[in-house]
C-alpha cells in the first residue's frame, strides 16, 4: 500500500492481538455455535485504526454524493477516519477525489464547501492547482520561475454509482462494478437513473458503526422496536437476511402501501407487479447500504468518528419531478418523516448495546440460528477485509 496514502500499514498479527485469535476463530463453523465479534472490536482505537487501514481503505466506500457537488467547480471536504480528501466537480463536469492535502507543507488545501472554483489555492503560500489536480503555480519559487518538478495533487481512486461517490483508498481493489455486482443483480429491476435526489436526513449516533450496520441488515428486532414497521409486514411475513459473497440483503412482501412506503410518491417506471408492493435492501461490509421500496430508494451511510461513536445520514431519492415538486411535497415529506421516526426507534437500542460492550460480564454475543446469519457474515467479512 501506498505510504503516502494511509500511513504505514499494520500487520494480521495486530489485528489478532486485539481480537483475540479464539475470537476469531469462533466466528467460524455454523451460527448455531459460532459466537460474535468480541467486545474490543466495538470500542478499540486500535482496531477501528487497523479497520480503516486494513478493510477500508483495500476495498470500496463511499466518500460522498453527487447531490454535494452539482455544479462544476464545486468541492466538498470529507475526512474518512481524520482522513482529509477533497471530493470536486472539475470543469467538464467530472467528478474527482484528491488528498485534501497541499503537496508543499502539508497545509489541508479546502476547509469549507466551495462552489464556482476556477483552481484550488493552497492557504499558506498560494500554490494553486488547475481542477484536475495539476500544479498551475507556485509563487516565489525560485525567485518567481515556474516550480517544473513539483507535485500535483495526489488524486484518489474513485467511482460514481449513480448518486455515490466511493473510493478505493490503495488504487488496488476489484472494479467497482465487480465489487458491488451482487448488489446491483439484486435490484437490476429499479431505474436508478431515473431518481433525483430529495433529502436528508442525519444522526449523531453514540455507537461503533458496526452495531448500526448490524441493526439495519436484521429484522430480528422489528416487534419489538418498530411498532408501525410491525404493523405494516409482521414477523411473520419476514424472512432473515440472505448472503450473497460479501454483500448481506433482504426483502419483504407489503399488502397496502401507506405514507412513506408506496404511497404519495411515484413509482419506479416500468417496475414489475411483484416489486410495486415489495421492499428490499442491501448493505456493504464498508458502512453502507441501499432500500429500495417502489416509490422512493434510500441510502445508509456511517461515518465512523470514534469506535463509540459515528455519524449516519440517509438520503432520499425520488423518481424525476417528485423530487423537487411542490405536488409532491406532502409525499417526500412523509417519507422523509418515515425514515426519521424508523431510525430514532432504533438509536436507542445500538447505543444500549454500545454501553453493553463495555460489561466484563459478556463478549462475543449469543445469535440466533434463525435471524442471525448475516449479522455474523457482516462480522466475518469485516474480519476478512482486515486478512
Ligand atoms: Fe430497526
Redesign the pocket.
Known sequence: MDPRVVGQCSAWSDVEAIAGANALDALDGPVETASALPNACYTSAAWQKLEFERLFARSWFVVGFVQDVPEPGDAMPVEPFGTPLLVLRDLDGGIRVFHNVCPHRRTVLVTGKRSGLRELAGPCHGWSYDLDGSLRDSPHVDCGSPHDDAPGLVPVRSEVWHHWIFVNLDGKAQALEDYLAPATDLVRGYDLGATRYAGTAHFEIAANWKLALE??IE?Y??FS??PR?HDFVSMSERMPSRIDRHVMWNRYDFGIPEPGRGEGLPYFPNLSVEAARQVVWFILPTAFGVEFHPDHVASFHLAPVAPDRCRERIDVYVVGDAATSPDWAEGRQATLDMWDE??H??IG?IESMQRGRTSPAYDGGSLSAYWDEAPLHLNRMVVEGMR
Open positions: 441493526n439495519y429484522p428486532h422489528v422496536a418498530h414497521l424508523l431510525n426507534e432504533d437500542l
